[in-house]
């Protein structure tokens, strides 16, 4: 029971007390849990909020950068720094404290936040591979003027509706008290303890909702978009003019970057996935070995790892973007002498423990 709780956030209190191990081993786990974890997630944290914050300024501020794709990418972006400001911090804390320690609101808040935010993501990776699908495939169909609107108002029903489909986590979710050889700890829960089938009715429907009925519709529209790109190949003429090719070119380099977004969005959440179905179905039973450990670990990290990880794809991908990035890269070297120098004369007159709730506020922990 200790071990079902949010997808994303849940707490898992006993795990690093496990009788079965080595003294030796309870000392590497506790070091790893208390120290090289916590700043794994700083790290996360930090490479996130400066790539996509970063990117929606690039494309909020530069408007050759306003397109329908760029437009789908800036709401994938923001829903990533959702992520990063809720529900990665509070996990973070959990490495500090053996229990939930943020009250019955939070409980029912941080569910429905980050719940909000993978269904962001996933809605609008399909929304972006219908997108590229219309372009390549049907490319008679002309961009009217638009499209912007109407790209924006889809954007926003992503929102709403994954705003709606969360609501059951609030409804759901509960501070209870529980017990694990012979202690007793506060734990956040998604579903009522007392039905069986709700932990495995809620695992499965996350996984086919979130995961694997979007990614069955992508996989639908890239084996259409591949179909189409082959076909062109071979029936383009030779005559073809520079315009039709440049176009053709930039459709598929689009196309790939999307399919980059979801390889990365696959890789990074299934192994979540698979670890809550894992737990759903071995409901009154408690996993506290070692190798389950790692594997929440690695999941955890892996998981919280895809909100920083499209700004770097986008700039390894996309020139236009890389080009902007830099740019904005050497704005801020202009202005970092005086920021600096300010910073080393604030720490003169600052203690030690000042300095550290600043770090901590300014990485959303406070």
């Not at 849940?10 to 000392?27: F, H, I, L, T, Y």
């Not at 076909?231 to 399919?259: F, N, W, Y």
């Not at 955890?300 to 830099?326: D, K």
Request: glycine share 4%; charged share 15%; net charge positive.
């Amino acid at each position: 029971v200790a071990q079902k709780e949010q997808p994303l956030c849940e707490k898992e209190p006993r795990e690093a007390s496990s009788g079965g191990w080595s003294a030796d081993g309870r000392e590497t786990v506790h070091f790893i849990i208390r120290c090289v974890i916590p700043s794994v997630y700083i790290l996360i944290i930090t490479v996130g909020l400066l790539g996509n914050i970063t990117l929606v300024k690039i494309f909020i501020t530069t408007s050759a950068m306003r397109s329908v794709p760029n437009i789908f990418i800036s709401s994938l972006a923001v829903g990533d720094l959702l992520l990063l400001v809720t529900c990665v911090p509070v996990d973070a804390f959990r490495y500090f404290f053996e229990e939930w320690i943020f009250g019955t609101v939070a409980c029912k808040l941080i569910p429905v936040i980050q719940l909000t935010s993978v269904g962001v993501s996933v809605f609008t990776l399909t929304a972006l591979s219908a997108d590229r699908h219309k372009a390549i495939v049907n490319p008679m169909d002309i961009q009217t003027s638009s499209a912007v609107f109407w790209t924006c108002l889809k954007a926003i029903s992503i929102w709403v509706v994954s705003v709606l489909l969360a609501v059951p986590e609030a409804i759901f979710s509960q501070v209870v008290h529980m017990s694990d050889r012979n202690v007793t700890f506060t734990a956040c829960v998604p579903y009522p303890l007392s039905n069986e089938m709700h932990p495995k009715i809620h695992s499965v429907m996350i996984f086919l909702v979130y995961f694997l009925i979007p990614l069955g519709i992508i996989s639908v529209y890239y084996y259409h978009i591949a179909r189409t790109l082959i076909k062109s190949a071979h029936d383009m003429p030779g005559e073809a003019s520079e315009h039709s090719k440049r176009q053709m070119e930039t459709r598929k380099r689009l196309a790939k970057i999307v399919l980059v977004f979801v390889g990365l969005f696959a890789l990074c959440w299934f192994p979540n996935h698979v670890l809550y179905m894992y737990r759903s179905f071995n409901y009154r039973q408690i996993d506290s070995s070692l190798l389950h450990l790692i594997i929440t670990l690695l999941a955890r990290v892996l998981s919280f790892s895809s909100s920083c990880v499209n700004p770097f794809a986008l700039y390894l991908l996309s020139e236009s973007f890389r080009r902007h990035f830099n740019s904005q890269l050497t704005c801020q070297r202009r202005h970092s002498p005086g920021v600096v120098s300010l910073v080393l004369l604030h720490n003169k007159k600052n203690s030690y423990s000042e300095i550290k709730v600043t770090l901590m506020m300014s990485l959303g922990f406070l």
